[in-house]
Each structure stands twice: as C-alpha cells, then as structure tokens.
C-alpha cells in the first residue's frame, strides 16, 4: 500500500513533462549541474540516463544535491503511459518501492534516498483523481513498441507545493536483464491468531480489536499487503466494521525465480 505521502502527490504536470520527454527520446544527459544547483542521480547516472542490467529486483539510492530549504523529494518507478502527454497512472506500489524525502527547514548539500525498484510490480495511480486505484500487474520487461522509449522509468520530483516545478524533475528510463522462462509460481501462506488458514475458506474477523496475522511467501519474498474494510500490518489485522467483508490483497513482486504474485484473502466481519 502507498504511504500517506503519496495521498499528497500533486504532479501530473510534472509527470506528463517527463513522460513526453522519454518518449521523444531525449535520452543525452545534459552537462552535470553547476555547483550549489540541485541535481538528483541514480546509481550515479544522469538525468534522462538508461539504468541498464538491472537485477529482477534490487535497492538503488537516490543521490541528491543541493536541496533547498523546505523542499521535499519523491522517487517513483512507473510504467511510462502510452500517450506521453498522459501522467502515468501505474506506479509500483509495493513495500520501500516509494521513496520520500522528508523536507526540512535548512538546506542540505546532500542526501540520499534508498528504494526498490522492481522489474514486475503491481502498479497503482499515485494520484488518483476518483477513488482508490483497481491498479494492475506491470512487467517492465515488455517492449513499449517505441525503439526510442522504455516500458518503466524512474521519476524524482518535488513534493506538495513542488510537485509541478520542473525544477526538480529527474526522470531515469529503466532496463532489466531477462529472466528464465520457467519460474516458479509463489504461493501465499496466512495465518490468523496462529492458526493456519486454510485456501478457499472465508475466516471470521470480529471487529471488536486486532487480531494478529501473518503472510508468508513460499518464495521468501516480502508481500504487500493493502485492504478494503480493515486495516493491515505487517503483523495484525482490525476490522473496520462488524458486518459485510474486508479482501486482503497480496502482492509480491516476483523475482529471477519467482513469478509474481497477485491473490486475495477475504474475512467475514462479525462484531
């Protein structure tokens, strides 16, 4: 599940600018920036710079520049929309693949901003404009069609009253080493006040207060969980309400191995 940051992200004018840049192909990187001038790389790579053989799944470390007073930064890797005039709606959603760079108010000569930037992820609009996103799974391996474009990207931009300065845009085509063709599939194992549950029952959850539960993955992977109706934990799960259902979506991200994973858990809501 995003971050409460993301709920703040105002930036289509930004994303629209950087999404149109890629697909015009502006892949030079300009002149390194001068000093005391903002700059943001990744994995030291410039602005508009490809990031190639990446690994199915690793931490990159956003290094930034000379940034002022009071402005905050954003790492996301979306999937780069078909119309590049479009702000992409599909950015990767799951556990440390959103990065915030809290502002402060004296300036910083640097900083750095870790994240996971995935090949496969279950991609959600960081912004929506009617509602929580349905989102959907994005292989950032598959060709976008456009021999001057990348599936996925890289954006680093300003956050809340910065989020439409250009000042503050980096954006970072991303290309990923292939993987086997004959991965395993993933498999999910919950658990709810210890006890196993078993695949296809709908357990009961009273919303009387939290009750512990726990994901595992057969892969080893981390899952992401987000909800309707009740809230989760890496640990527990609460009842929102005392009737109806609350679904548990888990995704995990997949790996060289691994396929990644997208499958639901509901829970029958009782008082």
Do not use: W
């Not at 300036?107 to 995935?118: E, G, M, V």
């Not at 309707?228 to 060289?256: H, P």
């Amino acid at each position: 599940m995003l971050t409460a940051h993301s709920r703040t992200l105002k930036a289509a004018a930004v994303f629209a600018a950087a999404a149109g840049a890629l697909a015009l192909g502006a892949m030079a990187s300009p002149a390194a920036a001068a000093d005391g001038v903002y700059n943001a790389t990744v994995a030291g790579q410039r602005n508009y710079s490809p990031l190639v053989n990446l690994a199915p799944s690793s931490t990159q470390q956003v290094a930034v520049v000379n940034v002022p007073a009071n402005v905050g930064l954003y790492a996301l890797h979306c999937k780069v929309p078909a119309d590049p005039r479009s702000a992409p709606t599909l950015c990767d959603s799951s556990a440390d693949s959103l990065a915030y760079l809290t502002a402060t108010p004296d300036a910083r000569a640097t900083a750095s901003i870790p994240f996971k930037l995935n090949a496969e992820f279950f991609g959600t609009d960081p912004n929506p404009t009617a509602g929580a996103s349905a989102g959907e799974s994005v292989d950032c391996r598959v060709a976008p069609g456009d021999p001057r474009s990348t599936t996925c990207a890289v954006y680093v931009l300003g956050a809340g009253r910065e989020s439409a300065n250009p000042t503050y845009m980096r954006i970072f085509p991303t290309v990923f080493s292939p993987v086997k063709a004959n991965r395993a599939t993933d498999v999910a194992m919950i658990s709810l006040a210890g006890s196993a549950v078993t695949k296809g029952a709908t357990p009961k959850l009273s919303a009387a207060g939290p009750v512990s539960m726990a994901v595992t993955l057969k892969s080893g992977l981390k899952p992401t969980l987000s909800s309707d109706n009740c809230s989760v934990t890496a640990t527990t799960i609460t009842a929102l309400k005392s009737t109806g259902a609350c679904t548990v979506r888990i995704v995990s991200t997949g790996g060289a191995n691994t396929k990644p994973l997208v499958t639901t858990q509901v829970f029958r809501l009782t008082k």
